[in-house]
């Protein structure tokens, strides 16, 4: 027991020191970032890293309004419920100015609302659900990272101009999966109506069936693939397709394919040929991806993810939403969010008035094997403000503020 | 009068044959036992005449109602109360939780859930432990009693049903044998007093010749011997089948 | 027909892959009678470790035979020790505790080990080789189908024989099988009980380690892993019966299977409904083990036997409320109350949550406690209460007022039907049923997105502007949950409450006396049903937004750390278990970065000090001292 009373005693003593750790660092602009960091640490280690670094160039430049600019993360725990009391802890204990941040799209609606409630700025930086600017959006949030529809639609042109008749689907069983899918179906069907989409395999999140789903696949007998899959259901969809012959003389599209945070993780095994969206951090050449790809090497000895880029552009668009607005006030905040304009690593991007989104896009192109790693061998840049719906359909399905 | 009645039940486990054609009856105040070799159809016979199965043929009349097709707790309102070979009290209630338990149940009560239960019907448990010599352990919890005790609240408990007939499955099994002729002595004195009729089983044969009114010997399922005690010690089917070498 | 046959074998592949885990759950259960949480993280172990392992041995680079059967094997005695060594370290000091404590201290290591992992082996997936010699495919039927997968096939049943051979024609089988059966009457001839379940624990981890290596060609190594393998284990073993191996491979053969045929066949459309079956795969598990459950209440091959760890385990009395108890409720009603004049707004965003878990744990240990029917699907009623009145407020357009209500009404129905099967169950089966019917509340949820919002959930579930202040809103939870408390203590000490508990007791005996036992217990469910329900609608007007997290499996283990964590035995148990839980976790996770891992130690800490739960501990040391 004498064991045991030293073990708690060190552990109350260890809890003080953080707790005292914490209360340091004042007279900084606080803004509160919120993430599922122990739920997806694969996406969101990078995108810290990308925080950070923007955080420390920003201060090196004298910080916003000649103040330090600070972040207070908190993990969210992957949970709305949990999120919300973090939100709320951010904004009544830490007096943040606004909030950044979230994951999963369960919980960044979730955090909007809260925004809407509380009247607080809240940038999401990754969630990928249409509603979070359409169905759901509100006047107090703004959404960074290309949306599903967004990307789904950037995969649509080179789907259509094959000209394949019969399609497979298949997708993880939840809300962006579906999503996804709807998009396709309904973007494919306009531009080539005679399509026809011969099976639709839904696998539960993390947990697919790979070989039976492969099989099921292979029986339908299609001309081409889509699929959403990403993370550990992509590697074991792939690795099975691979053995089982499935991708033979078959054309696959793949949402978030080409992300480092997923292509990587499949080594030489990585598919060829597939039609992807994501980031080709080693080939992109503009000047100032280069730049702010040798400042991350620099400072991280290790090279970004997607996740790098969001985490990055998120500290910018806060504070250049700051700086333009001249002020910490909610509501002039906001006003400043609309229509502003910033320098992203993929070139300049802006918050669009009409639903809250930015366009920053993506890189749409084609799988290969290079040097036993995949990579995008051939890409372009999908400029995020030409994979939009029409300003109308968007009014019609944003409720207004 | 004819407390019960049993006629020509039968009841079959897959197959093996576990109670065949038994009948016989019990008078308004008559203590009969049950006995027979382990196996021979006691414990299904009680099950059977408290509800708790269904004889695959036969009927059973408690006064004048056929119980063959009711379920326990409309037996217990017929007037028959039941203890079980290792006693089962509610371990984590006091003694006279256990037997306000029983009265409460008795009454109807357990469906209210406002009333506090440690104040209901607490007059007439301790009456009850009193008449049982327990009165004393009242507060205790029962799974801090002797097992003599704990049989004792078990009757208790079966008592508070106010029943006409009581089915006792081994009262005395694993008690001392000081306890057992005391606890037995017991049951008698109470069952005289309040007029009750009594149906046990028991291994003892001390016990079974000492209190017994009448015996009812089975074998495999099967009665085949009944009678006052002196007619069935005499009786050469008894002796041979059970008596002769009974070890237990 | 050629597809069919293929889909069969991929059914026969996973059906082996899930019997490797439950094989070794199966063994500890039916000998230590410990729920253990913590096999889907040797599970997890296992397959990051022989991703090391293999890439150690393969000297510069080259994968050979050797290197990755052996990295196999090192991995799977490696997570064999760490079993041992979970046992030796912990669940020894636990075996006497209150039934499912045990499941508290696994609880403790599988979040301990989830931050090992992460720490050590870094965030992303590790996909492992494809092993040496099977790497390829094989025609079948004029299909290509993996080497591997066939090499799996075989190796399931493979162990199965091992290990009847190792139970039947050892002499440490013999012990393991007469502990199986009855362990008192094994430790009274003289087993070493302390080596008999050390070996077992190292046994059940090996196997769980081995089948978590051997799909390393499979799939990538990943934090997820424990998670979704422990519920799959679990559901297994009791479909399977509790300790029967041989049930577990069967159940795992019915699961692989069904499983397979779901994804094989695809959409079918009847009267003129199309229902796509591979969605379905989401709950399959789930739907097969309540359809087992209901029609064989101990599995496909388990028996009737009193499966409860200690079932007849003395019970403490229950203290009825002395002036001293009184006085001290009074007291922490009358702080809370007064709290909004001196407490920041955020201890009272804090404080919503903890009375909302408050009354979420009494109403499950209601259940667990008084009942005796532990729940391991109590979220169902949380999060439909939750539902119910969010879409009252949202779809129906109620008043928020009303919709509160509306919550538990829903939350009642469910606890209704759900527990009219139940209580026909008993111990660990009944626990798994009501588990079985959370998730397929959970997945048509899920799923069904133009009502429910599926994953995403409902947004804007605000509180009616006169409760919407932070301390308005506080006010109203702390007068619903300090109220329901109230009552749910009214009723454990009313002839209600004495019915259930003497049910639980002695189910015999009170049935004797007159009790329809059955009746009681379904009733149990309603109470318990509809307080949760009321502490979900209360959640989700305090979050303003709602999703399927507030009915996965996630939320009802929460519930159970709070009640078991806090003392089964004890009505303010779960009280202070929920407080200190909630507390506890917010304050570690916003204070470092490994959070779990120092949550997981504390728990593993308080379960070693507490071994019958924080109050239940200070009650019996009371006890002690009298």
Partial sequence: MKGLNAVVRWMIAFLLLVIGGAALAQGSIKLGELNSYKIFPAFLDPYKKGMELALEQTNAAGGVFGRNLEIVYRDDNGNPGDAVRAAEELLTREQVHFLLGTFASNVGLAIADLARQRKVLFIAAEPLTDKITWQNGNRYTFRLRPSTWMQTSMLVPDAAKLKKKRWAIVYPNYEYGQSATAAFKDLLKKSQPDVEFVTEQATPLGKIDSGAVVQALIDAKPDAIFSSLFGPDLSRFVRDGNTRGLFKNIAVFNLLGGEPEYLDALKDEAPTGWYVTGYPWYAINTPEHKKFLAAYQKRWKDYPRAGSVVGYATVLSAVAAMKKAGSLDSEKLVAAMEGLQLESPFGRITYRTLDHQATMGAYVGRTGVREGKGVMTTFSYGDGAKFQPSDAEVRKLRPAD | MTILRVEGISKSYSGALALDNLSFELQAGEIIAMIGPNGAGKTTCFNILHGQLRADSGQVFVGDACTSRMDTPAILRLGVGRTFQIAATFHSFTVAENVQMALLARRGLLWNLHSQAGDLCRKEADQLLEQLGMLAHAARACSVLSYGDLKRVELAMALAGDPILLLMDEPTAGMAPRERLQLMALVVRLARERKLSVLFTEHDMDIVFAHADRILLLEQGRLICQGTPAMVRADPRAQRAYLGDNRD | ?626
């Fill in chain 3, 1 to 626: 027909m050629s597809s069919f046959v293929l889909q069969f074998l991929n059914g026969l592949t996973s059906a082996s892959t899930l019997f490797m885990v439950a094989a070794g759950l199966s063994l500890i259960f039916g000998i230590t009678r410990v729920l253990n949480f913590a096999h889907g993280s040797m599970y997890m172990l296992g397959i990051y470790l022989a991703y090391s392992a293999i890439g150690a041995f393969s000297v510069g680079g080259v994968l050979t035979p050797v290197a990755f059967w052996g990295g196999i094997l090192c991995a799977a005695v490696l997570v064999g020790m760490v079993g041992a060594l979970v046992e030796l370290t912990v669940l020894r000091r636990v075996y006497r505790s209150p039934e499912l404590f045990q499941l508290l201290a696994t609880f403790g290591v599988v979040l301990l080990t989830k931050d090992l992992v992460l720490w050590f082996w870094g965030p992303e997936d590790l996909l492992g080789p494809r092993a040496p010699g099977l790497g390829g495919a094989v025609e079948i039927l004029g299909s290509p189908f993996p080497e591997y997968d066939l090499f799996l096939i075989v190796v399931g049943p493979l162990i199965l024989g091992l290990l009847w051979l190792l139970l039947h024609s050892t002499r440490w089988g013999l012990l393991i099988r007469a502990a199986t059966q009855d362990r008192e009457m094994a430790a009274a001839l003289g087993i070493n009980q302390k080596l008999l379940f050390t070996s077992t624990f190292a046994l059940g981890a090996f196997l769980a380690g081995l089948g978590g290596a051997l799909q390393i060609p499979r799939e990538p190594a990943q934090h997820f892993l424990d998670f979704t393998v422990i519920v799959d284990a679990f559901v297994v073993v009791v479909v399977g019966g509790m300790g029967s191996i041989p049930g577990a491979f069967l159940a795992a053969l019915l699961i692989g299977e069904v499983k397979a045929l779901c994804i094989g066949i695809g959409e079918i459309g009847a009267f003129g409904f199309g229902i796509s079956l591979p969605k379905l795969t989401l709950v399959v598990e789930s739907l097969v083990m309540a359809a087992v459950l209901i029609f064989r209440p101990w599995g496909l091959m388990g028996r009737a036997l009193a499966v409860l760890p200690d079932a007849g385990e003395a019970r403490p009395l229950l203290a009825r409320n002395t002036a001293a108890t009184r006085m001290a409720g009074v007291a922490i009603v009358a702080a809370l109350a007064i709290t909004p004049a001196f407490a920041n707004q955020y201890s009272l965003v804090l404080l919503v949550d903890i009375l909302i878990f408050a009354l979420f744990a009494a109403s499950l240990h209601f259940l667990m406690g008084p009942s005796g029917m532990a729940s391991f699907g109590h979220a169902a009623y949380f999060g439909l209460g939750a539902y119910a009145a969010a879409l009252a407020f949202k779809q129906a357009g109620l008043p928020m007022e009303i919709s509160i209500l509306v919550g538990p009404l829903v939350a009642v129905l469910a606890a209704l039907s759900f527990g009219w099967f139940c209580v026909r169950l008993s111990g660990v089966y009944l626990a798994m049923l009501t588990l079985a019917f959370a998730q397929i509340t959970w997945s048509v949820i899920y799923q069904w997105d133009g009502f429910t919002g599926g994953s995403n959930g409902l947004v804007g579930v605000w509180p009616a502007p006169w409760l919407s202040g932070r301390i308005s809103y506080f006010y109203l939870v702390l007068l619903l949950c300090g109220g329901a408390v109230l009552i749910l203590r009214r009723i454990i000490f009313s002839p209600f409450g004495y019915a259930l508990r003497a049910c639980r007791d002695s189910p015999m005996r009170a049935a004797a006396i007159g009790i329809n036992v059955s009746r009681f217990q379904w009733m149990a469910f309603l109470v318990a049903g509809g307080f949760a329900g009321l502490a979900g609608a209360l959640f989700a007007f305090s979050k303003g937004s709602i999703s399927p997290e507030v009915l996965a499996i996630g939320q009802s283990v929460d519930g159970l750390v709070m009640v078991l964590l806090g003392g089964v035995q004890t009505i303010s148990g779960p009280l202070v278990g929920a407080a200190v839980f909630t507390w506890l976790q917010e304050l570690v996770a916003r204070h470092i970065d490994y959070w779990r891992a120092l949550l997981g130690m504390i728990i593993i800490v308080i379960v070693v000090a507490f071994p019958h739960g924080i109050v239940g501990q200070l009650f019996s040391r009371n006890r002690a001292k009298e």
